[in-house]
């Protein structure tokens, strides 16, 4: 047998071995593609969308678009990782950067997944129950937890946030807070927690837990309103905190809880679902579903924090926003403040991701994954 064919043969039989060991799972590559010029100024590199795939099918994965070249990859991690069984995992509820590490909060498969920030490789898997959302204060990490399993129960147990020391990737120190928490941020030192109940319907949660991060210890809850979910803090410590409501009477909303007090004060009267913020700029936008209409009210807007005042009812200007069925992840990016918004279609079939001029212009759209959702950018070091 000749030296090349022999190679080929080989090369065969590991694949097949492979593929016999990963017991019929469907293997995901990757596919690039260039959506966009160039761009070789500013610190971001990039940055990682996670598509949060249906509960049940093992559909999440992770995409990574590079300024450098302007190519958008699809599902990285499967093809950087192709030993780790059921690739991403079930769900794919947040993701985050850092140092050089990227953590994604996988709910339904109960971990967090380490990975580095250049290669996509994985580190480690941390495991944590229903776990959802993750942020960081000096050197650790904080995962909040349904902590039960997933499941409408009226009986659901508190929740509980989870440290982690991001040096050696070990859970440190557990707290318990509401029932099914949510979204957090940070400020002064103290950790807060937004508290949904949502498997606790009707009876939902409607407070703030607020940890101090010293002695990891509830100090307070804040009441706010039902259904918590997002979070944001400005650069005068207000927070700003969406409730999801009841999908009947009781509509979403957006509340101002002031750092120094921690009291709320201020309701806004905004149906706000997802948002995030650029200097003083809060953009957001709503998926308001009532079941007595049966139906789902979009709307955009963004907010100036200093006024609390709406300074625009759009974010998309050029007529974009009506080929948008499910607006499902919003980012910007804080050099360029291009504006991305993802579409989760019908939940089911393969989603978009669009990309913005500041202005709310498209610039370019292409194929994500399934239910795209979150974004981590990737800055030099």
């Known amino acids: 047998m000749k030296k090349g064919t022999a190679k080929l043969v080989w090369s065969l039989f590991i694949v097949l071995t492979f593929l016999s060991c990963r017991k019929e799972e469907t293997i995901f590559l990757s596919s690039i593609k260039n959506v ?29 678009f590079n300024y450098r070249t302007g190519n958008y990859t699809t599902d990285i991690y499967s093809e950087r990782n192709p030993t780790v069984v059921k690739e991403l995992g079930d769900v794919g ?5 850092y140092g050089n590490k990227v953590y994604a909060v996988i709910n339904c498969s109960n971990k967090v997944e380490v990975i580095d920030k250049w290669t996509a490789k994985r580190i480690k898997k941390i495991d944590i129950p229903n776990c959802r959302y993750v942020t960081f204060y000096k050197g650790k990490a904080y995962v909040s937890s349904y902590s039960g ?28 807070v509401g029932y099914q928490p949510e979204q957090m941020v940070v400020s002064n030192g103290k950790l807060y927690v937004a508290n949904s109940g949502g498997y606790r319907v009707p009876n939902y949660d409607r407070t703030v837990s607020v940890i101090d991060l010293e002695t990891f210890r509830e100090i307070k809850k804040i009441d706010v309103g039902i259904n918590l979910y997002s979070m944001q803090v400005d ?41 995030c913020l650029v200097d003083d700029a809060l953009y957001f936008y709503s998926v308001a579903w009532s079941y007595l209409t049966n139906s789902n009210k979009i709307t955009y807007g963004i907010l100036d924090t200093r006024t609390k005042k709406i300074i625009s009812d759009q974010i998309i200007t050029d007529g974009t926003d009506k080929k948008i069925m499910i607006p499902y992840g919003l980012q910007v990016n804080l050099e360029t403040k291009e504006i991305y918004i993802t579409d989760a279609q019908n939940y089911v079939v393969t989603g978009y991701i669009y990309c913005f ?7 370019w759209k292409t194929t994500a994954g ?12």
Not at 93 to 97: A, L
């Open 36 to 64: 966009a010029q160039p761009r070789v100024e500013g610190n971001i590199e990039g940055f990682y969308l996670l598509n949060e795939g249906n509960m049940g099918m093992n559909r999440a994965s992770i995409d990574l």
């Open 357 to 363: 001029t500041p202005d709310g212009k498209l610039k």
């Open 370 to 381: 399934n239910i795209p959702a979150h974004f981590a950018f990737i800055y030099k070091n």
């Open 235 to 275: 650069s005068r410590g207000d927070i700003y905190v969406s409730s999801r409501g009841d999908y009947y009477s009781t509509p979403s909303n957006l509340f101002v809880i002031d750092t120094n007090t921690d009291e709320k004060k201020m309701q806004l009267d905004i149906p706000v679902l997802g948002m």
């Open 93 to 97: 509820n947040d993701i985050k950067i």
């Open 149 to 176: 399993p997933v499941a409408i129960d009226p009986n659901a147990e508190l929740g509980f946030v989870a440290e982690i020391d991001t040096a050696t990737l070990e859970i440190k120190r557990k707290v318990t």
